[in-house]
C-alpha cells in the first residue's frame, strides 16, 4: 500500500505544482525527478488534486483469513516452578463468558513438569481442554522453550483468541509468540468483550488514561492480550468436572536454548499491595514524610498495609511498589482509605473496584468522592487522629 510516483507523467509544470501542492513539502522536483520523502504524511492530497495520474495510491491486495478455521478462547497458564499464578484463574472466569458469546470452547494451555495437580486445579475451573507440554527441561520457564511450545499449541490447535496475565513471564511471553505469528497484541486490557464474529474487543487506557481505546484485529488470528492480575474476578470452582486434558508431544529440538540458568535465588517476599485485604492510601494532601507516624499508627490498628499516588513515589516518600494506577498496581482489598487524594482518573483506574472505598478530602468536590462509598470532607490532620481514637476506643 503506498503512493506510485508515474515518472512518464512528470514535466516541469506537473512537477512543480505538486512540489508546491504538498502541504507537508514532502515532494521534491529536482531535474526532472519527482521524488516523495519521509515526511509524507499520506494525506493524498496529491493524489486527489493535483495533476490527473501523476501519483496515484495503490491500495494493497490483503487476503482475508477464514476465521472459522480459528476455535476457542484459550488462557495461557501461567506457572513458574509449578505454581499458577492467580490471574489465570480470572482470566479462565473472562474466557468462559467471552466464549459463550461465540459458542467456542475454553482451552488452557500449560506448560511444565510434574502438570498432573495443575491440569486438575484448572479444569476445576470449568475449562473444556487443558492443552498440555510436559518436561523436565519446562520446569522452570525458558523463553525460548516456552515459546517453542506455545507456537506449536498456535500451529495446530488454532485458538481464536488467547488471554495472558501481565506477569513478568506473560509480558515475556505473549508478545514474542505473538510477533512469530504476525498477530497483533493489546497488553493491559482493562475490558474484554467479544463480538458475534469472533473478533475480541480489548479495551484498554490510553493516552496517559483520557481516553479508553478500544483495539480489534480484524483479519488476523490468533487474537492476544495481556490482562494484569485483580483485573477481573476468578469464577467458583464448579461442582462437577467436564473438561479433558491433552497431552502434546513436546519435540526436544524445541527444548534447545541459548539460556542457561546457572542458578536460582528466591527474592524475599515482599510487599505487595494488589494481595492487600485492607489498604491505607495517601496522596499529596500529606505535608511531609514524618506526618507519614498518624497514617502508620491507622493502618497498623486496621491491619492494612500502606499504599500511595505517584506524586509521593516521585518525591521519594515511597518505594513504587506502594503505588496505586494506571502506571502502578491495581488493587482490589476489601477496604480502602484514601487520604488527601484528589482522584485523578490515572489513580482511579488502579483501585475503583475495591469493595468499599473511603475518602478523606478537604475539597467537597474533589473527583474521588465520585467513587467514594462513603466521603468525609475534611483536613486529614484533624480525621485521622479522630479516626486513631475512635478505633482505640472500640478496642
Ligand atoms: C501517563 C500518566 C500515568 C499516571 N499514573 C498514575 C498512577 O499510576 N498513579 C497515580 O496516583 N497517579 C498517576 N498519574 C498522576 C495523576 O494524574 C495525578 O497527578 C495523581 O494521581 C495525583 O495524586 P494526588 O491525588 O496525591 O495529588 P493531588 O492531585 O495534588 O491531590 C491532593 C488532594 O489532597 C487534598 N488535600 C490537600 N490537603 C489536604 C488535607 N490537609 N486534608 C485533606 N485533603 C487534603 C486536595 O484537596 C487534593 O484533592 C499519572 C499521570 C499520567 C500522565
Ligand atoms: S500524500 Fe499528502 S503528504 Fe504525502 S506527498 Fe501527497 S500531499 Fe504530500
Not at 515475556?172 to 475490558?191: I, N
Not at 492510601?281 to 505535608?287: E, F, W, Y
Not at 483506574?349 to 468522592?369: Q, R, W
Request: aromatic residues 6%.
Amino acid at each position: 500500500m503506498g503512493l506510485k510516483i508515474n515518472q512518464n507523467l512528470v514535466n516541469d509544470n506537473t512537477g512543480k505544482a505538486l512540489a508546491d501542492l504538498c502541504p507537508f513539502k514532502a515532494i521534491s522536483y529536482e531535474n526532472g525527478k519527482l521524488d516523495i520523502n519521509a515526511g509524507c504524511k499520506l494525506c493524498k492530497l496529491c493524489v486527489r488534486t493535483g495533476p490527473s495520474g501523476v501519483i496515484t495510491f495503490e491500495e494493497e491486495k490483503v487476503e482475508l483469513i477464514n476465521k472459522d478455521d480459528y476455535k476457542g478462547v484459550c488462557v495461557y497458564a501461567d506457572s513458574d516452578h509449578g505454581v499458577i499464578h492467580k490471574v489465570t484463574f480470572e482470566l479462565i472466569g473472562k474466557a468462559i463468558e467471552l466464549a459463550a458469546v461465540i459458542k467456542h470452547p475454553v482451552y488452557a494451555l500449560l506448560i511444565g513438569d510434574n502438570c498432573k495437580e495443575n491440569v486438575n486445579e484448572l479444569l476445576s475451573y470449568g475449562v473444556d481442554k487443558v492443552f498440555v507440554y510436559e518436561d523436565k527441561a519446562l520446569a522452570d520457564f525458558d523463553m525460548e522453550r516456552y515459546s517453542n511450545c506455545f507456537a506449536d499449541f498456535i500451529e495446530n490447535i488454532k485458538p481464536s483468541s488467547i488471554l495472558v496475565g501481565a506477569t513478568n513471564v506473560g509480558r515475556c511471553l505473549a508478545p514474542r509468540v505473538a510477533a512469530r505469528f504476525h498477530t497483533g497484541l493489546t497488553a493491559d486490557c482493562t475490558r474484554l468483550e467479544m463480538k458475534e464474529n469472533t473478533d475480541l474487543v480489548q479495551i484498554r487506557p490510553a493516552f496517559g488514561g483520557n481516553i479508553m481505546a478500544q483495539i480489534i484485529n480484524p483479519n488476523h488470528r490468533p487474537q492476544f492480550c495481556t490482562v494484569r492480575y485483580k483485573i477481573f474476578d476468578a469464577p467458583k470452582k464448579v461442582a462437577e468436572v467436564k473438561g479433558e486434558a491433552e497431552y502434546r508431544t513436546v519435540k526436544p529440538e524445541w527444548l534447545k536454548s541459548n539460556v542457561e540458568v546457572v542458578e536460582i535465588v528466591e527474592k524475599p517476599k515482599e510487599l505487595d499491595i494488589s494481595e492487600s485485604d485492607v489498604l491505607v492510601a495517601v496522596g499529596r494532601g500529606i505535608k511531609t514524610a514524618e506526618d507519614l507516624e498518624m497514617v502508620k499508627e491507622l493502618a497498623d490498628l486496621l491491619g492494612a498495609n500502606i499504599a500511595c499516588t505517584r506524586p509521593l513515589v516521585e518525591a521519594n516518600i515511597f518505594d513504587a511498589k506502594h503505588q496505586i494506577g494506571l502506571s502502578g498496581k491495581t488493587v482490589k482489598p476489601k477496604l480502602i482509605i484514601t487520604l488527601g487524594i484528589s482522584g485523578a482518573i490515572q489513580f482511579v483506574a488502579g483501585m475503583k473496584d475495591s469493595g468499599c472505598i473511603i475518602s478523606v478530602n478537604s475539597d467537597p468536590n474533589a473527583s474521588i468522592f465520585d467513587v467514594a462509598n462513603y466521603g468525609i470532607v475534611g483536613d486529614i490532620y484533624k480525621v485521622v487522629p479522630e479516626l486513631i481514637k475512635k478505633l482505640k476506643e472500640a478496642r
